[in-house]
């Protein structure tokens, strides 16, 4: 079946250390991957994606992600936290197989960046 | 900038009702989905369409239903409600050709049925 795993429910750090969630995935062929960050009681909010090309992919709020083609992984990063980044966090995948446009989504991630 | 808008923030129905979320998109996209976000599921697929008229299940239809009679609009109808549909419902809208497109999401209906 294919899947997105997102294997850590929450990640905390420190404001301004670098920050990093993880997302891999089990997908048939090649598939285009997104990042979604939900802000409390507000809907999904586009961060970036990739479709082919760079490896390295920048999005929004300073927010980069780097494709692993091997690993299968898609991690999110960014290289200085901010407590305004605190917000939970979903990786969603779209084979290139599968007729529709429906994305696949991990479980999310809560991302918790302490002052 | 594309809105997705949602016709309750809070909705609160009793078991056995007839229960109609709304949402509505002012972009002209073709694509329309209903999931549902429960605590350490994620986001499930409910449904989605592709056009006026057209609806497709998703991976977790049963339950529900949906209505797509204008472009801009897309429902979803729980039938008779239970408690086990208590949860958070986004709707989001891509416009065709979407493979590569992302989806914009309204900001939510949290439904409670007791």
């Known amino acids: 079946a294919q899947s997105v795993a997102q294997p850590e429910d929450q990640v905390n750090v420190a404001e301004g250390n670098p920050l990093t969630v993880k997302c891999t995935y089990s997908v048939s062929g090649n598939p285009y991957l997104f990042w979604y960050v939900q802000y409390p009681n507000r809907g999904l909010q586009f961060l970036l994606k990739?479709?082919?090309?760079?490896?390295l992919v920048k999005g929004s709020y300073g927010f980069e992600a780097e494709f692993n083609k091997s690993q299968t992984s898609f991690h999110l990063k960014k290289p200085s936290a901010l407590v305004s980044d605190s917000a939970l966090y979903f990786c969603?995948?779209?084979?290139?197989?599968?007729?529709?446009?429906?994305?696949?989504f991990g479980k999310g991630t809560t991302l918790s960046v302490s002052s | 900038d594309v809105k997705v808008t949602q016709s309750s923030r809070y909705l609160v129905k009793r078991t056995g009702e007839k229960v109609f979320l709304e949402c509505v998109q002012d972009m002209d996209h073709e694509n329309m989905f209903w999931y549902r976000q429960d605590p350490g599921l994620g986001l499930r697929l409910i449904y989605f369409s592709y056009d006026v008229k057209m609806k497709e299940k998703g991976d977790i239809p049963e339950g529900y239903s949906v209505s797509r009679e204008k472009k801009e609009r897309f429902s979803l109808i729980l039938e008779s409600a239970s408690t086990n549909q208590t949860s958070m419902y986004l709707c989001a809208s891509s416009p065709i050709g979407g493979r590569f497109n992302e989806q914009y999401f309204g900001p939510g209906t949290r439904l409670t049925v007791t």
């Open positions: 969603a995948v779209r084979p290139l197989n599968q007729a529709g446009t429906a994305l696949i």
């Open positions: 990739y479709i082919t090309g760079d490896n």
